[in-house]
């Protein structure tokens, strides 16, 4: 634990400068896992976000020198992140899935936390980072506070094994009310104005035990590979964790990319299966149809944002147990777009709520019988030459006395009620595997 001494030292020389601003203030450090570490931390928030690519940096962030809880302050969250200085300050968070709600508990509709203290590994570096926001005035006070936040952080544990866990199940919409509501959005008349709508269910797992939401989270990530892996806990009381396959948007300064993940079917693990499987997915013209949706709305909607958009060939995102149609998306930015803009131009997009947007919104704040929160939010991390947003599917939400997963299915023209029941439980058994 030398690194949280030498951080101490760099602070308490700072208290002989006149500095102003963000400051980060950094240390080599070694821990085995990072995730075992954050469960050994007593600090709130406790964060984890790493974006999908080997090559990705990995993060965990402790405490918070800074938050955001309304999403009409995100225009002065990307003016603050945007600053001249050397370090530019990385903000971590979400927005829920509906801003306009209350959100769950804890989350709220929108919650950007600067944290205190981050660890981050980039390939074989880790390093450990104090940061701080000095101000005329405050110095002192902001000062005590990083210090206080240093002297709490405990040594790595180890990550115990996550343990078989019983559960009782209770689904949300029960399988009769889903029926209808699949029906009216299949209606001739719905569909002449509404042509698709996403459903959604939560799978509330009533258990006998809490579950350290980082275990549940390292054991999922490993059957996950391919996807973002993140995790919000606030407070003791809940937390919301995923292994999401989905990109709601990268920014790297201004050349942005993003994808349309729309269209499903299984995967067995077999490969002649599984391409068979693949070519049947690319040939059914619902789901390429579903997936057009998608890739339209998101550039109609990046128009007036870009100086130009290009768009791939659809192709087959193949995960542990199911299949996607993707297609991918780029994009440069007119320079004076941020990304508070782009996510309220995405955000959410027809895969999650559907489209046209409106009116697929209002279908699902009238009609689905449970608040989605974060689930199929916009997670992730913005600073101020980087900004990368995942969509919160492939979910879980704990607390003290149950996990609740989520799953979605895209209803449109054609959807049949107990095939798209089907789909939502494909989408929640790798999660369900977890547990056994």
């Known amino acids: 634990m030398l690194a949280p001494t030498h951080l101490m030292q760099q602070l308490d020389a700072l208290r002989h400068e006149t500095t102003c601003g963000f400051v980060r203030l950094r240390e080599p450090f070694r821990v085995v896992s990072m995730l075992g570490w954050l469960s050994s931390q007593p600090l709130y928030p406790r964060i984890y976000w790493h974006a999908r690519g080997q090559d990705r940096p990995e993060y965990v962030a402790l405490g918070a020198v800074h938050e955001l809880t ?96 019983s559960f009782e199940r209770h689904d949300t919409p029960d399988f009769a009310t889903w029926q209808s509501l699949v029906e009216q959005v299949t209606s001739a008349e719905f569909q002449a104005h509404t042509p698709k709508v996403v459903l959604s269910r939560a799978s509330r797992l009533q258990t006998n035990i809490a579950l350290d939401p980082w275990q549940l989270l390292d054991k999922w990530r490993a059957r996950a590979q391919d996807c973002f892996h993140f995790g919000f806990q606030f407070s003791p009381d809940s937390a919301f964790v995923s292994c999401s396959p989905e990109r709601l948007y990268r920014r790297e300064a201004r050349h942005l990319f993003t994808e349309a993940v729309a269209g499903t079917i299984r995967r067995t693990g077999d490969p002649h299966t599984d391409h068979a499987l693949a070519a049947e997915l690319m040939a ?153």
Not at 296 to 309: N, S, V, Y
Not at 413 to 421: I, N
């Open 70 to 165: 309304d999403s009409h302050g995100l225009n002065a969250l990307c003016e603050r992140t945007a600053r001249t200085e050397t370090d530019s300050p990385r903000y971590f968070g979400g927005l829920a899935f509906d801003p306009t709600t209350e959100g769950w508990p804890g989350f709220g509709p929108c919650r950007m936390v600067l944290p205190r203290i981050e660890l981050v590994r980039r390939g074989e570096d880790l390093c450990l980072c104090l940061n701080l926001w000095l101000e005329p005035g405050k110095r002192e006070a902001e000062l005590d506070a990083a210090a206080g936040a240093l002297q709490q952080l405990q040594p790595e544990l180890p990550l115990p094994t996550l343990p078989a866990v």
């Open 284 to 436: 059914d013209s619902k789901n390429r149809w579903e997936n057009r949706v998608v890739h339209t709305d998101i550039l109609t909607r990046l128009t007036p944002l870009a100086l130009h958009t290009q768009q791939a060939e659809p192709r087959i995102l193949q995960l542990r147990l199911l299949q996607h149609i993707k297609c991918d998306i780029e994009a440069v930015l007119h320079p004076d777009v941020a990304d508070w803009q782009l996510l309220s131009a995405l955000h959410p997009t027809p895969a999650v709520g559907g489209a046209p947007r409106e009116t697929a919104l209002d279908f699902i704040r009238r009609f689905e019988p449970y608040e989605r929160g974060w689930y199929a939010g916009a997670c992730g991390l913005l600073s101020r030459d980087t900004c990368e947003f995942s969509v919160g599917i492939r979910s879980a939400l704990l607390d003290a006395e149950s996990i609740t997963l989520f799953a979605g299915a895209g209803i449109v023209a054609g959807s049949e009620p107990y095939a798209e029941w089907d789909e939502l439980d494909n989408k929640i058994s790798n999660a369900l595997s977890l547990l056994q």
